[in-house]
């Protein structure tokens, strides 16, 4: 399911999200993610961790071969991060980019958690062999620990540290980050995803580490 097949969509909203190559010890990987400031962006801790190289783009693919990347300087994580383990950690990093990939845009505003409103979020997740700004549709269902669950059938590796959102009366607002799909007793992955709400804590540490 693309987002041409799901609905139109304005990308323009959406022109901040990005798309983010990374390399690491055991290999390269993508992650997804959205501009907070010019040079920064938001994404999940475990996308940060570990990172040898990375660079980010915010063009509708990372596979096309004129992308324009972005090279990243340095990560960091935020201190309540224990590994990707839902609930009991905080699955917040940000990166930091060499100059800025957008010179003038509009963040998206902060919001707080509305249950019955369905969250839409971005992601560059691998999908039929590509890695395409892809909108996805999922619904609220319930907590677990700090997280929220929401169900989502259609999450996929490389959307980690994708923004999450929802079309609230005041408009579209950021209320999370994408931090991966829930993995049952089996093994196998359910058709539940986790959300990182940006809490005021979480929201703090961005702060204090964008005026540093």
């Known amino acids: ?12 909203e959406f022109s901040h999200t990005v ?8 290999g390269t990987t993508t ?3 959205i501009l907070i400031s010019p040079t920064v962006v938001l994404t999940a801790a475990h996308c940060v961790d570990g990172f040898l190289k990375a660079r980010v783009t915010t063009e509708r693919s990372l596979r096309k071969q004129d992308v324009k ?18 609930g009991g950690s905080v ?3 940000l990166l930091f980019l ?19 409103l ?3 979020r971005i992601g560059f997740g691998g999908r039929a062999g590509e890695n395409i700004r892809t909108w996805i549709l999922s619904f609220y269902e319930g907590e677990f620990g700090d997280y929220l669950r929401a169900r989502d059938e259609l999450g996929v590796l490389g959307d980690s540290g994708g923004p999450v959102f929802q079309r609230q009366k005041e408009g579209l607002r950021l209320i999370g980050v994408h931090t991966g799909r829930e993995i049952a ?25 964008l005026n540093k």
Request: aromatic letters at 8%; charged letters at 20%; proline letters at 5%.
């Open 1 to 12: 399911m693309t987002t041409a097949e799901a609905q139109k969509v304005d990308w323009r």
């Open 98 to 116: 060499k100059e800025a990939i957008q010179n003038e845009f509009n963040p998206t505003q902060i919001g707080t958690l509305v249950t019955d």
């Open 91 to 93: 699955d917040v990093g």
């Open 185 to 209: 007793t089996s093994g196998q992955l359910t058709n539940i995803s986790y959300i990182q709400p940006l809490t005021s804590k979480v929201l703090g540490w961005v702060t204090s580490e």
């Open 19 to 26: 798309g983010i190559a990374i390399e690491k010890a055991g």
């Open 69 to 86: 990347f972005i090279e990243v300087t340095r990560g960091s994580m935020h201190p309540g991060y224990r590994g990707n383990l839902p």
């Open 31 to 33: 992650c997804s993610g």
């Open 118 to 120: 369905p969250f839409e």
